[in-house]
């Protein structure tokens, strides 16, 4: 079982940056893909990134890439999203998200097993 705490949201004007954390809790997490992805109003739940656990790789939807950037901290248990240039579009509550021992592009957010509360983002323009 795997715990996610999502911080870090909060109200920015476009063109600014903002680093939102995702605290896991659970011994394996070094062992575990963690991705996010984010929710506005109305809208599906659309990927944002992923990292790998064995060699760190990345993902981007298209929208964020060149914007944000995904990073892990195995020894603290955190998956971290930078995000840079932001504009009103990225207004959505984001979501943590993980999936144990796999290392494929996980796009579809029915395929991954734990999720965190989301955090809220918005950019003012």
């Known amino acids: 079982q795997v715990q996610l705490v999502e911080s870090g949201g909060g109200l920015v004007q476009a063109g600014g940056s903002l680093r939102l954390s995702c605290a896991a809790s659970?011994?394996?997490?070094?062992?575990?893909?963690m991705g996010w992805f984010r929710q506005a109003p109305g809208k599906e739940r659309e990927f944002v990134a992923q990292?790998?656990?064995?060699?760190?790789?990345?993902y981007y939807g298209d929208s964020v890439k060149g914007r944000f950037t995904i990073s892990r901290d195995n020894a603290k248990n955190t998956v971290y999203l930078q995000m840079s240039s932001l504009k009103p579009e990225d207004t959505a509550v984001y979501y943590c998200?993980?999936?144990?021992?796999?290392?494929?592009?996980?796009?579809?957010?029915?395929?991954?097993?734990?999720w965190g509360q989301g955090t809220q983002v918005t950019v003012s323009s």
């Open positions: 990292i790998y656990w064995s060699d760190r790789s990345t």
């Open positions: 659970g011994r394996t997490f070094s062992t575990h893909t």
């Open positions: 998200a993980a999936q144990p021992n796999t290392d494929v592009l996980i796009r579809s957010r029915g395929d991954w097993n734990y």
